[in-house]
């Protein structure tokens, strides 16, 4: 049976081939003279269910009679308003549109359009603070940014074509008008406000002819004014082929919080700026290079890659500065309120930058940051900066993390998580090769320094952050100088410390400085300071973020004293202010007045040890 079969198909091969392309003419034939008017109900209806609201056409017609590339004219298209606009003019109102498609691309699933003729359309675009918009349907969150739909356009005719866009996410709002053809080229033009200010947008693109010497399409988009400018010129790969771009672009803005209202890539709000980089674009892929710029004193240059798809991003990039100001990152306003902050609570040490990341949206990715001159008003002891900074869902991890400073480094990692509670800080950093005279130049304290530093607290900035942090940190100097008249008074020898000369030096065998935080508030654990002169203990907290001190130090000469007051000396204020109170065993003046007299006629005070410096910094370090 099958071998007759097979006998009858060698038989008939031919007219068995001539009937298959006749059925696929036969198909061919159909799809060209296929009555698309008739169609117009059920593309209203298609339409009202996608942006789920009334979708109405007055009339849908076929110019053409048979073509594989049909031309439809739709007259009187209006597409209302959500119910969540009230009182405004409807989203799109089209007088009359002709659309000119491949009938072939339907049978791919995709509609390549090829024509597009539009007379007399108004469209009132809006994107709420909560970033829906008016022109989302109820699947758009399912789409990738695919190929542009306009991509195969060979023909464009725009005549009163006008756009009204309002955006509260970004604050800004365009009103515009569109005109022009594939032989004349392409024109927009109108007015807008960006945060606030003034703008005048425009752009321009050939005639579809005048492909330029690698035949693409060149295109040129303007915007500008006192805040905020954007220019933007270059080629697509076809007319209106969005999603294939290569071009430069050039930025400047009173504030990078208004450039960003133009690109959307989450920056903050910072002293002026002006950059300009080169932009390609290839689908999903966008590519930053050859950026540089300033913002304030600073500058930068970098790169990066974007890749885009589903809402989500992905980053790598790169930055570079040769000099970089932290308080370039805030605006005049943000420096405005940091300095009211200051002046009603006091100047602090610990810094109260946001690590909020709630404000990144749907982003990864990597970037890694280098400023080789860190600019500080007055003196810091950090002179540079090294970084890589991974985020991933909700975690930003900051490693490694190096400081440079005049000597050696302070160096480690920083993880935020975003929790419920808020974002979650914990620091991991070593202190290695330093000087204690970087810390804290006015203590003028020559001596090696190191360190070790283990906390995590929960809080929207940094200072929030060590506020309610448990852990530890450690600082460690050894082997160095002290002026004499500190190490004296070190000792509570007063009378030696009035009387010591101003450049006489003493020797600092170490200072153990051991501090265990718990819920924002560290407390001294065994900090000592040994010195050729005495040796000192101090207890008590240090309480954050507010840095206020409650604290009491105790020296022990290591020689007989010219002058000792009894009683540990309390010291309270803030680490910025400390404020060196009376011992407290003296209450009033006549109190410290009896101790000098029982000093002058007292027998012999205690003498001080030496202090076990290396096993005294092993227990400190040790976590």
């Known amino acids: 049976m099958i071998q007759q079969s097979s006998q009858w198909v060698q038989r008939h091969w031919r007219y068995l081939l001539a009937a298959l392309l006749s059925l696929i003419l036969l198909g061919f034939v159909a799809l060209a003279a296929f009555p698309w008017a008739m169609l117009d109900k059920t593309i209203e209806t298609r339409l009202s269910q996608a942006l789920d609201r009334p979708v109405t056409i007055g009339s849908l017609a076929r110019v053409d009679h048979f073509s594989l590339h049909p031309v439809l004219e739709i007259r009187d298209l209006q597409i209302p308003q959500p119910d969540w606009v009230e009182g405004d003019a409807p989203m799109l109102t089209v007088k009359r549109m002709r659309i000119g498609f491949s009938a072939l691309s339907l049978l791919g699933g995709n509609v390549r359009t090829e024509m597009l003729d539009v007379e007399g359309a108004q469209a009132t675009l809006i994107r709420r603070a909560d970033k829906t918009t008016n022109w989302s349907g109820r699947n758009d969150g399912e789409r990738s940014s695919g190929s542009s739909p306009l991509q195969g356009l060979r023909r464009i005719t725009l005549r009163d074509v006008a756009i009204d866009y309002r955006d509260a996410v970004q604050d800004r709002r365009f009103s515009v008008t569109l005109s022009g053809s594939d032989t004349d080229g ?22 579809f002819s005048q492909r330029d010497n690698v035949g693409r399409w060149p295109f040129a988009l ?15 790969a076809a007319p209106l082929a969005f999603d294939d771009i290569d071009a430069s672009a050039k930025a400047h803005g009173s504030d990078l919080a208004n450039v960003d209202a133009l690109i959307e890539a989450g920056l903050p709000s910072t002293q002026p700026v002006r950059m300009e980089a080169r932009l390609r674009r290839q689908g999903d892929r966008w590519e930053i290079a050859d950026l540089t710029g300033t913002v304030g004193r600073s500058d930068f240059a970098g790169s990066a890659t974007i890749v885009k798809s589903d809402g989500h991003s992905q980053i790598d990039g ?9 308080a370039d990152l805030a605006s005049d306003a943000g420096r405005a309120k940091a300095a009211a902050k200051e002046a009603r609570i006091g100047e602090r040490v610990i810094p109260d930058t946001a690590i909020d990341l709630s404000g990144l949206g749907n982003t990864d990715g990597t970037l890694r940051i280098q400023a080789d001159e860190l600019l500080w008003p007055g003196s810091k002891p950090f002179r540079s900066l090294k970084a890589v900074l991974t985020l991933d869902g909700n975690r930003l991890t900051v490693s490694p993390l190096t400081f440079g400073m005049p000597h050696g480094t302070l160096a480690g990692e920083a993880t935020v998580v975003q929790k419920e509670a808020g974002p979650e800080l914990h620091l991991v950093l070593t202190l290695a090769d330093g000087q204690l005279a970087d810390l804290f130049p006015s203590a003028e304290i020559a001596a090696a320094a190191r360190g070790k530093l283990d906390l995590t607290g929960t809080g929207k900035t940094i200072r929030a952050a060590i506020g309610t942090a448990n852990g530890r940190v450690a600082l460690i100097a050894e082997n160095g100088t002290i002026p004499d008249k500190t190490a004296l008074l070190l000792g509570q020898d007063i009378g030696g410390g009035l009387f010591a000369g101003d450049k006489k030096r003493a020797q600092l065998r170490c200072i153990v400085a051991d501090f265990r ?11 000592q ?21 409650s604290l009491a130090v105790n020296g022990v000469p290591k020689q007989g004293a010219t002058l000792r007051v009894e009683g540990a000396i309390p010291v309270h204020g803030t680490i910025r202010n400390p404020q060196v109170e009376k011992p407290e065993s003296a209450d009033s003046l006549g109190d410290i007045l009896g101790e000098v007299v029982e000093e002058i006629f007292a027998g ?8 076990d410096c290396s096993r005294a910094a092993a227990a400190a370090m040790h976590f």
């Open 529 to 549: 300071i040994d010195t050729s002169r005495a040796l000192t203990r101090a207890g008590g907290t240090i309480s954050f973020p507010s840095e206020t001190l």
């Open 186 to 207: 392409l024109t927009l033009s109108g007015t807008g406000k960006v945060r606030g200010g003034d703008v005048t947008v425009s752009a321009s693109g050939a005639a």
């Open 318 to 326: 790169e930055l570079r500065s040769r000099r970089f100001d932290f």
């Open 222 to 236: 303007t915007i500008e004014g006192s805040s905020v400018g954007f220019v933007l010129q270059g080629s697509m």
């Open 604 to 611: 012999d005070d205690p003498i001080a040890g030496d202090l």
């Open 517 to 527: 935080f718990s819920n924002g508030t560290a407390r001294l654990n065994d900090t």
